[in-house]
């Protein structure tokens, strides 16, 4: 799957510091010509830290990172600055992202506690919505891989952390092993018992406005009934933007410790452009997850409030279960996600029944879905197949897709988009980025959506929308 990588292994290389600098020293040396490059990735075990503390002390603005945190799994992983980076736009961003990785990989020497969780170097994707964005003022581009110089990963009490470094003829060594000494002090500084239950709260109640007018969001969801009732397409899915600013920038980490706090169910996500803006969130939808070869992912579409009390909770629950037009709209992202999966020689395996995925605030209805993975197919291939899935844009997908530029008069930009890392051994996990938001300084656009499909109700379809975009909404600080 991946091209070869040569693999050398120490116990643990910050301990001496002259025996990293000879290290690395003696992998400069292996350079053959002037213009060659490689990355010397070192993965040490650590005390345990908080990924999210990290990202708050070491992270500058300028600077790509990526965050993901499942709470509820004890699983975290932090990665900042870049030892490489790619960055493009078209329809074959997926295939020319998996040549940069499997390049990267073919000139790349890893050290280390190898046998850990997380361990070795792993690229982290940002993918937008659409593979072309049509607004020059996007913030983020259609794709952006990128290998960390640090990363810091947690799961349940193990801890690691990953330096990369990329190394030429004319890197000096000696700044190179000052700096990683000095950097990695700051990372363990970060361990403070106290961070995850200091919570700043909210000093202003902030006033949202509509990207998009109500009436026109509903004028959407008839027309787009009517081009259902005529055949054209079987669902799709609009996405409601709202504003909000605050009297002072937002609180990227505060907002995230919040999240995760109120939603220990979900995916909370960050990722940055590098250019000071941030979109972050908490997505129920696991896109995939592959280990040893063993893909996972997720049909979740179907959606209904929580009760307020555990009766209320039970009749809305089953109520979900027996909708027809709720079960109709599922079924369509199974038949997808069946199909697509088979195309390239998976044999899916689901139950024949959803089940529900309650979170917080709403509840789905959800279809694990597993398959074995074939020699040769990379994650990046699967994720083309599947992104997007008629859960965020709808089927006919080519068609869905023309109608939401026709109707979203905004960016979805990386709204319901891929989010995720993949390995060097070709493990992988990607999220939805929905129950989102961008964040530009004292400026934040938030993002929710509702599947249309025959039978549906544009008030009952806005009403869900508000209720997605609250989740986000209580978080922000």
């Known amino acids: 799957m991946f091209a070869s990588m040569p693999v050398t292994y120490r116990a643990n ?46 992270a500058e603005p300028e600077q790509l990172h990526f965050y993901v945190e499942k709470t509820n799994q004890g699983e ?87 330096v990369n470094i990329a190394i030429d003829w004319h890197i000096n060594i000696s700044d190179v092993v000052d700096n990683i000494l000095h950097k990695l002090d700051k990372i363990r500084s970060s361990a403070n018992p106290n961070f995850k239950y200091n919570v700043i709260e909210r000093q202003h109640k902030f006033k949202p406005q509509d990207v998009t007018d109500k009436k026109d969001f509903q004028a959407s969801v008839l027309s787009a009934l009517e081009t259902i009732r005529s055949n054209q397409i079987s669902k799709i899915v609009l996405a409601h933007a709202i504003e909000v600013n605050s009297p002072q920038p937002f609180h990227r980490v505060d907002s995230l410790k919040n999240l995760r706090r109120m939603y220990p169910d979900c995916y909370v996500f960050s990722t940055s452009n590098g250019k000071g803006q941030n979109f972050i969130g908490a997505s129920p939808e696991r896109l995939i997850r592959i280990r040893d070869r063993e893909l996972e992912t997720d049909a979740l579409a179907g959606s209904a409030p929580r009760g307020k009390t555990p009766a209320q909770d039970a009749y809305f629950a089953e109520r979900l279960l027996r909708s027809e037009k709720e079960r109709r709209e599922h079924r369509v992202v199974i038949d997808f996600i069946v199909q697509r999966l088979a195309s390239l020689d998976l044999t899916p395996q689901r139950l024949p029944e959803p089940s529900l995925l309650q979170l917080s605030n709403i ?74 938001a961008l964040i530009d300084s004292d400026r934040a656009r938030l993002y929710a959506g509702a599947g249309i499909v025959a039978g549906s109700d544009p008030d009952k379809e806005f009403a869900e929308i508000q209720l997605k975009l609250q989740a986000l909404l209580k978080a922000l600080v």
């Open 76 to 162: 975290a992983i932090a990665a900042i600055d870049t030892a490489a980076k790619f960055k493009l736009e078209g329809v074959q961003r997926f295939d020319q992202a998996q040549k940069f990785i499997d390049s990267c990989l073919a000139n790349t020497i890893a050290t280390g506690a190898l046998d850990l969780p997380f361990s070795g170097p792993h690229f982290f994707c940002t993918f937008t919505f659409f593979d072309e964005n049509l607004n020059e003022d996007s913030p983020f581009p259609a794709a952006t891989v990128f290998l960390p110089s640090w990363q810091v990963s947690c799961k349940k009490d193990c801890c690691v952390i990953v």
């Open 363 to 436: 509840q789905h209805l959800w279809t694990p879905i597993r398959g074995k993975i074939p020699v040769g197919v990379h994650p990046l291939e699967i994720l083309a197949e599947l992104h997007p899935t008629p859960a965020v844009a709808g089927d006919p997908r080519d068609v869905a897709l023309r109608q939401i530029r026709r109707y979203e008069a905004f960016d979805r930009s990386v709204y319901a988009a891929p989010l995720g890392w993949i390995d060097h051994r070709g493990n992988s996990e990607f999220v939805v980025g929905i129950r989102s």
């Open 13 to 58: 290389l910050f301990q001496d510091r002259k025996e990293l600098h000879q290290f690395l020293l003696a992998c400069k040396q292996t350079l053959i010509e002037e213009g060659q490059k490689k990355v010397v990735s070192i993965s040490i075990e650590s005390k345990p830290l908080d990924p999210l503390a990290v990202l708050d002390k070491i």
